[in-house]
């Protein structure tokens, strides 16, 4: 409408220019230059909304019932899934069963089926009450399913929101299904799901020296991979037991690249709460092989950096006991002095944070903040970050260490991609 009324006065100004007396100009063009401004504004935004509105919708893996159905007729099915794997409010498990897919059993990962169990904490078989559909525990003592209990199956699907980082143990458990699957002869079928972290591809590559269970692949700690990409390089490179092949399909998520911020619906454990703590996790896990609390225990998980030293910082918070998420936290109810990252930490893999509390620690404490050398190392993959930061190098002098290999795995990253960058 703005643009029609500066169209049709513009059009009388011109034609009416010898006509117009030097008061009327004086009135006139300031006036149509303001609606010009105003006019050019609305057309921007009224562009910009309908770029928005024809930027397709993310669709994820699961949600493509049609793409996989055909596979599951007449197959019997164990699923590898917990509460993340949500099909527009859904858990895919109620809906495959509505949809009548004979599912024979439920693996539940690293914080159990529901994803109410601690990190580290063990989980136990149960049925599932809703369906009555027995639950077995894949974290723990047993990793992977024996070959006899996957003979009952036909196939097996994964499906499970991933995080990006390479010391997130959901992807360790895929690593065992697929290990599992390849020696029974059972084919894996993984409804992918995007990386939040994906634009992200930086940190030392494994050392298979410090293989554990949460550093089993030789990729950084942010490997910009989704779980889909990730299924194909383990395959591609041999990294299964025996360099065995496990039989594969991935439903590709739609519309996804690898550029895309993305917005988890569900958190994926209990103490990832949110985006912001979701983009933190690489950079403060470090803390986990410290006496250092980073939250846990409190409603903002890895979004804080805290100690009981007034000296350390100005932001205060006391981790609490918190069934489900943090039973016994790391300094439990005493009060911590720290920072607060909420809405200032970055996403990325940031060492600044880890050098910045072991200069602070030395100077206060008189000592390293690392207390945990070997846990540190597994986390790390490798021992080169912790001996550097004892040196006091620099973060650029750090990420230097690591860089060569780095670039060969983006090299070799780029063959399993399944999505641009």
Request: one cysteine or more; aromatic letters at 10%; proline letters at 6%.
């Amino acid at each position: 409408m703005k643009t029609q009324i500066f169209s049709s006065l513009q059009f009388v100004l011109v034609l009416n220019t010898e006509k117009i007396t030097a008061m009327y100009k004086d009135i006139l063009i300031p006036f149509l230059f303001i609606l010009n401004f105003a006019c050019t504004a609305e057309t921007k935004t009224t562009a910009i909304k309908e770029e928005k509105e024809t930027v397709p919708e993310i669709v994820v893996g699961a949600e493509q019932t049609e793409a996989y159905l055909p596979f599951l007729k007449d197959k019997k099915v164990g699923v590898l899934v917990n509460q993340t794997s949500i099909i527009k409010g859904q858990h895919l498990v109620d809906s495959l069963v509505a949809l009548g897919v004979n599912i024979q059993m439920i693996f539940a990962p690293e914080h159990g089926f529901r994803g109410n169990e601690d990190a580290g904490a063990h989980v136990d078989d149960d049925i599932d009450p809703s369906t009555g559909i027995k639950i077995f525990s894949i974290y723990g003592k047993n990793k992977r399913p024996s070959p006899e209990l996957l003979q009952q199956v036909d196939l097996v699907i994964f499906d499970i929101q991933d995080v990006g980082c390479r010391f997130y143990t959901y992807i360790s458990s895929m690593h065992y299904m697929m290990e599992a699957c390849a020696e029974a002869g059972k084919e894996m079928l993984v409804l992918d799901r995007p990386n939040p972290n994906g634009m992200y591809v930086d940190g030392p590559v494994l050392d298979l020296k410090f293989k554990s269970f949460v550093g089993m692949h030789q990729i950084p700690i942010l490997h910009g991979l989704t779980v889909g990409e990730l299924a194909q390089m383990i395959n591609g490179e041999q990294w299964l037991r025996n360099k065995t092949k496990c039989e594969l399909k991935v439903i590709p998520v739609k519309h996804y690249d690898h550029s895309m911020p993305f917005s988890l619906p569900v958190k994926p454990s209990p103490n990832l709460p949110n985006d912001q703590s979701i983009l933190l996790y690489p950079s403060l896990c470090f803390f986990e092989a410290t006496p250092v609390s980073i939250g846990r225990g409190t409603s903002f998980p890895f979004q804080v950096i805290g100690y009981p030293n007034q000296k350390l910082g100005g932001f205060e918070f006391t981790p609490k006991a918190t069934p489900g998420a943090a039973s016994n936290p790391v300094l439990k109810d005493q009060l911590c002095y720290g920072e607060d990252l909420r809405t200032m930490g970055k996403g990325g893999l940031q060492l600044s944070y880890i050098i910045n509390w072991n200069e602070k620690f030395k100077a206060e404490e008189g000592k390293t903040v690392i207390s945990k050398n070997k846990w540190m190392d597994l986390l790390c993959g490798t021992d080169q970050v912790r001996l550097a930061l004892n040196e006091g190098k620099t973060e650029a002098e750090i990420k230097a260490v690591w860089k060569e290999k780095l670039d060969d795995y983006k090299l070799m990253r780029k063959k399993y991609l399944l999505y641009k960058d």
